[in-house]
């Protein structure tokens, strides 16, 4: 024991002697200050190749690594209204299909030896294309990539394997639940647009190795492509390479075709009878696009209501009623035409009406008081200290930046982004739930068993059955 005493006594002698302390009294955490957070917007470097392409770059030699995207305008939404799924088609089988001087397999064969990868794709508003490369393969992957942006060769094989496989998705399209809600609701919002129509079997037989030949040649063109670059590459090198290979491309000069934008949709409640345990419930209408003044309000709102973890649908309906497991909301701020607003959530049978009660009550609270302080709070604190993530890489970076120039944001909008945000007062919000949250114009789309329902769907409206119908 005497050791033992004497061993504590020599070691508290060495650490006085070294100048140490014993640890000060605990400080309460909540009583803690820290100075603002600061962070300013990484910048990327702009070049115009000789052809016009707008080329947004930022190297980074950390990794050996070169990533680059190509955004095309282009998409689904100008597809003639008999050969639905053409732009998604022509999309995959620019790549698949193969190069006017080089085969799909071998093309495949040499990107896989090199560990390389190129894709491309096209959605309804904008297609892409992708290459991911080592830096020793670069000069090869770009040559590749940069042909079959310029020469696909669709090769008929390539192409009816592509509609095969589109068909064989539309027939398994109504397995899923979730699918089904999320598109008959699309259909109901953007009813008589573009944006609402929906691949068919017989559309997508009418689609042709021509029709994409000509969809391609239509839209691929310098005058309709921007490019982002990030990785380990030098800046005057590769736009020298883009340039000597680019050259002499043309096409695709023509103005895109023009599209109508989308009327308000009717409000209604849409029914898809299914034979599950859990009702898919979606709620909403159409939002607002990216010029709208009132986006910043609405991102606050919306994150009040139903855009985080502590918003008022998910306490009331996951935590406090238990009625499922994800309630939330999204206004989808559209680029070149409105988004939506949907409300969604997932619950058993027999609380499908008490959730879809829920959901509209709390909706129309929205309405009729302002936020507490401590909700308006949080909601801007985590909306603008949550916007850095979007520039932790450099290739997040470059595809900011090509983006919002793609799509014809204003200037200044990345740096006036959180200001913006902070300006936003409970008034704006209540004002803003007022004139784009109305209960009354929305679609209701629900899927699920109604001989389980805790009451009829038409308690909340004359409804309209949409048949799921099993396509042979």
């Not at 799909?104 to 894709?119: C, N």
Request: net charge neutral; hydrophobic share 40%; charged share 25%.
């Amino acid at each position: 024991m005497k050791t033992v005493i004497h061993l504590l006594g020599f070691c508290l002698t060495l650490l006085v002697a070294a100048g140490c302390s014993l640890p000060a009294k605990a400080v309460d955490p909540r009583a803690l200050t820290f100075a603002p957070l600061r962070f300013s917007i990484p910048k990327a470097d702009r070049a115009t190749l000789d052809n016009g392409v707008v080329v947004y770059l930022m190297e980074d030699h950390e990794l050996p690594l070169v990533n680059m995207t190509a955004y095309v305008r282009t998409g689904s939404i100008y597809e003639p209204a008999d050969k639905l799924g053409l732009a998604s088609l022509t999309g995959s089988v620019i790549r698949s299909g193969g190069t006017e001087t080089l085969a799909p397999e071998k093309l495949d064969a040499e990107l896989e030896f090199m560990a390389s990868g190129v894709e491309s794709g096209i959605g309804t508003e904008m297609g892409t294309m992708s290459l991911t490369t080592l830096t020793r393969n670069l000069d090869r992957t770009l040559e590749l990539f940069v042909d079959v942006m310029r020469r696909p060769a669709f090769r008929e094989d390539r192409v009816a394997l592509a509609r095969n496989q589109t068909i064989e998705a539309i027939r398994r399209q109504n397995d899923d639940p979730k699918g089904v809600a999320n598109r008959e609701y699309t259909r109901a919002v953007y009813a008589g647009h573009p944006l609402g129509r929906i691949p068919t079997i017989e559309t997508v037989k009418n689609i042709t190795r021509d029709d994409m030949i000509a969809f391609h040649r239509q839209f691929y063109g310098p005058a309709n492509i921007m490019l982002a670059i990030s990785g380990d590459f030098r800046k005057e090198e590769l736009l020298a390479a883009l340039n000597r290979l680019m050259a002499g491309w043309k096409g695709a000069e023509n103005p895109l075709p023009a599209i109508a934008q989308p009327a308000m949709n009717k409000p209604g409640v849409l029914f898809a009878r299914k034979e599950v345990n859990q009702s898919v419930i979606r709620m909403g209408l159409l939002g607002i696009d990216k010029n709208n003044p009132d986006l910043y309000a609405l991102r606050v709102m919306d994150y009040i209501l139903g855009g985080g973890f502590t918003s008022r649908l998910t306490n009331e309906i996951r935590s406090n009623q238990g009625l499922a497991y994800n309630a939330d909301s999204h206004m989808d701020v559209g680029r070149l035409f409105p988004g939506t607003f949907m409300a969604e959530t997932e619950t058993k049978s027999e609380s499908t009406g008490k959730a879809i009660s829920l959901m509209r009550n709390i909706i129309t609270g929205m309405t009729s008081e302002p936020v507490t302080d401590q909700e308006i709070r949080q909601a801007r604190d985590s909306l603008i200290n949550s916007f850095m993530f979007g520039f932790t890489k450099t290739d997040m970076i470059v595809n900011q930046h090509a983006r919002l120039e793609f799509f014809g944001y204003p200037a200044g909008y990345l740096e006036n982004y959180r200001d913006n945000l902070a300006k936003v007062s409970r008034d704006d919000v209540l004002r803003v739930a007022k004139k784009y949250l109305r209960p009354e114009a929305m679609v209701l789309m629900v899927v699920g068993d109604d001989r389980k329902f805790d009451q009829p769907l038409a308690t909340f409206g004359p409804v309209t059955e949409i048949r799921l119908e099993t396509t042979k």
